[in-house]
């Protein structure tokens, strides 16, 4: 006869199988937390790998930009045509640089000497901007620095290579275009180095005092006899117009004699005596010639 489940008989085992569930589902249940943990670890040091190395990995070339790569296993700098923009995705290993090739601006102060020592200090802003097809090649043999190490110090060095060889006053205001043509040629050389300047602007040109109010006095003198030979100029006319002047009277006066006769006097005056006796402001006349006329004056 089979054992009832209620038989104290078989109370013993069925403790037993309860006993070893539970063993089992403490053992799964701590496999489960030491899993969970592991995991949880696995997660976090994925995350940090993942915000670690997104900037090893992850570039964006913004607007105007440039990207220039350096592959490690593969022959370093691509001078090929850059990266444009947008998404860029890189090893970790390789590096990826990212030049901005809009219009710029940067400022410089120094001083140059005159071919007669005399110190000048300029102020100049130079516009500027890196060439996209050619940014590899900047970032090769120069790198980022290169407004420090090629935009300033050759525009400087070109402005005092010439200014060198100018008098004061001729830089000093721009005599036929002295300083323009100067830094025509500082953009011409330094537009030569991956780099093209836009413009140099000249924001101030500072003398030693004496010297600029020589200068300045000196302006005023020239200004002065430039003035004067105007006046001479307008004089020396003046005088022309009153020679030609002159001569035109002379040669009617002669005219005028060779057809002068006793009629046509005698016709003048009688012409004149009418235009008299019409006037209403005639008094008197007494008139002393030889064929004198008497005639009514209209007296009011």
């Known amino acids: 006869m089979s054992a009832s489940l209620f038989d104290p008989a078989t109370d013993e085992p069925t403790d037993n199988a309860r006993a070893v569930s539970s063993a ?9 937390q030491v899993g969970g943990r592991t995991s ?6 994925a995350l940090v790998v993942v915000v670690v190395m ?3 990995v992850v570039y964006i070339v913004p607007a105007g930009g440039a990207g220039v790569r350096w592959l490690l296993f593969f022959g370093g700098t691509v001078i090929e045509r850059p990266v444009g923009e947008g998404l860029q995705l890189m090893f970790p290993w390789d590096r990826f ?3 901005d090739t809009r219009k710029q601006a940067v400022d410089s102060d120094f001083t140059a000497l ?3 020592g005399l110190p000048i200090e300029l102020k100049l802003t130079i516009r500027y901007h890196p060439d996209f097809d050619t940014v590899a090649l900047l970032d090769q043999q120069v790198g980022k620095d290169y407004v420090i190490k090629i935009v300033k110090p050759t525009v400087e060095s070109v402005l005092r290579r010439y200014i060198g060889r100018e008098e004061p006053e001729a830089i000093y205001t721009n005599k036929e275009g002295v300083l323009s043509s100067i830094i025509s040629r500082a953009i011409e050389e330094t537009s030569a180095q991956f780099v093209s300047i836009d413009d140099v602007i000249i924001r ?4 030693p005092e004496a010297m600029r109010d020589a200068i300045a006095t000196k302006l005023v003198y020239q200004q002065q006899a430039e003035a004067y030979d105007f006046r001479l100029v307008g004089e020396k006319r003046e005088a022309e117009r009153k020679r030609i002047e002159a001569e035109g009277t002379s040669d009617a006066q002669k005219i005028i004699r060779q ?3 006793p009629e046509l006097l005698r016709w003048e005056a009688i012409r004149v005596e009418g235009d008299i006796a019409k006037s209403t402001n005639s008094k008197l006349i007494i008139m002393n010639s030889a064929d004198a006329r008497q005639f009514n004056l209209n007296v009011p």
């Open 97 to 99: 640089t990212i030049y």
């Open 24 to 32: 089992r589902m403490t053992r799964l249940i701590s496999a489960m």
């Open 114 to 116: 005159t071919n007669k």
């Open 40 to 45: 949880a670890w696995v997660i976090a040091f």
């Open 54 to 56: 997104w900037h090893r």
């Open 259 to 261: 057809n002068l006769t």
């Open 204 to 207: 101030q040109v500072t003398l």
